[in-house]
């Protein structure tokens, strides 16, 4: 005698049914002629080598004017303590330039993908706003980062 055969009736019909549900939620996603979903792509930035040398100070006054103009200092400070957001102090020896352009340009995307935009989002309570940086103001503001955390 089978251990299922011991089962009232209703338990002899729910294990097979169980058990097909199981099998049904395995690693394999797709369906007969339906292409899987491809997984979360990550912000396509660049990839690029972190300026080094002197520091472009005219592009630095000018990522200083976009911290301004896209509102960054209202989260954010350069020194002083964390506000809505962290303190970007040392921003730039602490994170690769490449996660910066992103997290600047794509935040939004860089949640999707990064564990380290996750993890501040758990921090700080509060997502960064896409505040539309483009590539070009991003790398204003890396230099201005750059600058002011010398």
């Given amino acids: 005698m089978s251990p299922n055969s011991r089962l009232p009736l209703p338990g002899r019909l729910?294990?097979?049914?169980?058990?097909?549900?199981?099998a049904a939620c395995g690693e394999r996603t797709e369906q007969a002629g339906q292409p899987q979903a491809a997984?979360?792509?990550?912000?396509?930035?660049?990839?690029?080598?972190?300026?080094?040398g002197p520091i472009d100070e005219a592009?630095?006054?000018?990522?200083?004017?976009?911290?301004?103009?896209?509102?960054?200092?209202?989260?954010?400070?350069?020194g002083g303590g964390r506000l809505t957001g962290p303190d970007l102090e040392d921003v730039t020896e602490r994170r690769a330039y490449n996660?910066?352009?992103?997290?600047?340009?794509?935040?939004?995307?860089?949640?999707k993908?990064?564990?380290t935009a996750r993890q501040l989002l758990m921090e700080y309570a509060t997502p960064m706003a896409n505040m539309?940086?483009?590539?070009?103001e991003a790398r204003a503001l890396y230099e201005f980062l750059r600058r002011d955390s010398q």
């Fill in 14 to 22: 729910i294990l097979p049914a169980l058990a097909l549900v199981v």
């Fill in 99 to 111: 996660w910066i352009m992103a997290m600047i340009t794509k935040p939004d995307s860089m949640l």
């Fill in 132 to 136: 539309n940086v483009s590539t070009d």
């Fill in 59 to 78: 592009l630095a006054a000018q990522g200083a004017e976009l911290f301004q103009q896209k509102a960054c200092a209202s989260c954010h400070r350069v």
């Fill in 113 to 115: 993908v990064d564990a």
């Fill in 39 to 52: 997984p979360a792509a990550a912000p396509t930035v660049a990839v690029t080598p972190a300026p080094t």
